[in-house]
């Protein structure tokens, strides 16, 4: 099933705001099997997303139009399908009185053009927005499906949920579809790894997908055929053991749980703690620990030590030491999470120093990060790492591979590979 995705807003293709929506809603379709092929944007032009529209009939059966359902003049979308389709657009009285009501529970006042919200292309299919004013729809025309949604991610994703689950038509056959999510590895080894190893088929294909720090790997195949089904099924099983067998050392979960979650609820089921000594990282390993539910059962103490004397009265850091190394250095952060350690007598003690910039403060350059991990007081992965980017990045990247290397040490630990 050929779809297509349009995200209709000015503020986009001005770049004042990043396009969540439509990957958001990519990954559900490929999920269900259906094959996301074009992904467009255009600004709150009734002219343009009329075009695009035209445009998307050619070459797609389910056409979604994120965005431009609200209020107000430029809020075009719903006109612009009506007008595309030759259909008239009929004001709904169910419509208006679920969008007033609405709008009284989230203290809004109406006004005349609310009334917008509660037009649809005649033959539309309303589709309740529970986190907003504006309805979404369903219209079928001529063997095409058009979704109307609205543009705002927190009303648009639980749409994107209730659509996929409920109004969406089920692709014939099977879909076989298995997310691996990896750390600690970048995308481009990652996709030479498994292209060197030949695991595609004619009916599973691998795909990857680059995020910050880490890399998900979907593994799809899909049987149209019902006597083809348990053939394809076992391919794609067998690709994915591989895919797994292969990335082993750096494999954690599959999509579910993002990787702080994932080392919280490690650490919470082995009754382990974790603490932080943070120079360079500034507290962020801290923030992305506590960003979990249950962070409180795991994380004993963190400190932000920047000081030299900070970190000689607190963390017993050895003036010779840093005059000897410099602050940024291996052996300071070695010392640091010792003495966190302690202090604290935490399963984990963490500690970072180094350059962040903008600008060095030592000989070393900036991104230059020296990390020591102690597992019950005894140092057991550390050394210096060198991360691109600006200050907030190159915080923010060396704390996720800080936790991430934790996370796959334990991951080790229970499949007997450390």
């Known amino acids: 099933m050929i779809s297509e995705i349009i995200t209709i807003g000015t503020e986009i293709l001005i770049g004042s705001i990043t396009n969540t929506n439509g990957p958001y809603l990519s990954r559900k379709l490929t999920d269900v099997g259906y094959e996301v092929r074009y992904h467009e944007s255009v600004r709150d032009s009734y002219s343009d997303i009329r075009d695009a529209i035209e445009l998307a009939m050619k070459r797609s059966n389910v056409i979604f139009l994120c965005g431009g359902l609200g209020p107000t003049q430029d809020d075009m979308t719903k006109q ?47 589709i309740d927005n529970h986190k907003g004013t504006a309805p979404g729809c369903l219209l079928n025309y001529e063997g095409k499906q058009f979704f109307l949604m609205p543009g705002p991610p927190r009303e648009f994703e639980p749409m994107a949920d209730d659509i996929v689950e409920n109004y969406l038509e089920k692709v014939a056959g099977e879909n076989f579809v298995t997310s691996l999510r990896l750390l600690n590895i970048g995308e481009s080894l990652c996709e030479s790894i498994f292209r060197e190893e030949k695991i595609e088929t004619e009916n599973v294909e691998i795909n990857t997908f680059a995020k910050t720090g880490e890399v998900e790997i979907k593994i799809i195949a899909h049987a149209e055929n019902p006597e083809d089904v348990k053939r394809i099924g076992k391919e794609h099983a067998q690709a994915v053991e591989r895919v797994k067998e292969l990335f082993k050392d750096h494999l954690y979960g599959n999509g579910e749980r993002d990787s702080f979650e994932t080392l919280v609820d490690l650490l919470r089921e082995k009754n382990m703690t974790i603490s932080f000594a943070e120079s ?72 970072t120093t180094g350059e962040a910039g903008p600008e060095p403060s030592t000989d070393h350059e900036v991104g230059t990060v020296f990390y020591s991990i102690s597992k019950n007081g005894e ?40």
């Open 280 to 351: 360079v990282t500034g507290g962020t390993l801290a923030t992305m620990i506590t960003g979990v539910a249950g962070a409180s059962d795991v994380l004993k103490e963190s400190y932000i030590t920047y000081s030299n004397e900070t970190k000689e009265k607190l963390l017993k850091v050895k003036p010779q030491t840093i005059e000897a190394h410099s602050v940024v250095s291996k052996e300071v952060a070695g010392e640091m999470s010792a003495g966190l350690y302690n202090k604290t007598q935490s399963t984990y003690s963490v500690a």
């Open 80 to 126: 612009a399908l009506a007008h595309a389709l030759g259909l008239e657009l009929v004001f709904d009285e169910e419509a208006w009185e679920y969008i007033v009501n609405v709008s009284m529970s989230f203290s809004k006042n109406i006004t005349e053009n609310n009334k917008r919200q509660a037009e649809f292309p005649k033959g539309a299919i309303i």
């Open 379 to 418: 140092e057991i992965m550390g050394g210096k790492r060198l991360f691109k980017g600006d200050r907030k990045t190159i915080q923010f990247r060396s704390s996720k591979f800080i936790l991430a290397s934790i996370l796959l040490h334990e991951l080790g630990e229970n499949n007997g590979r450390k």
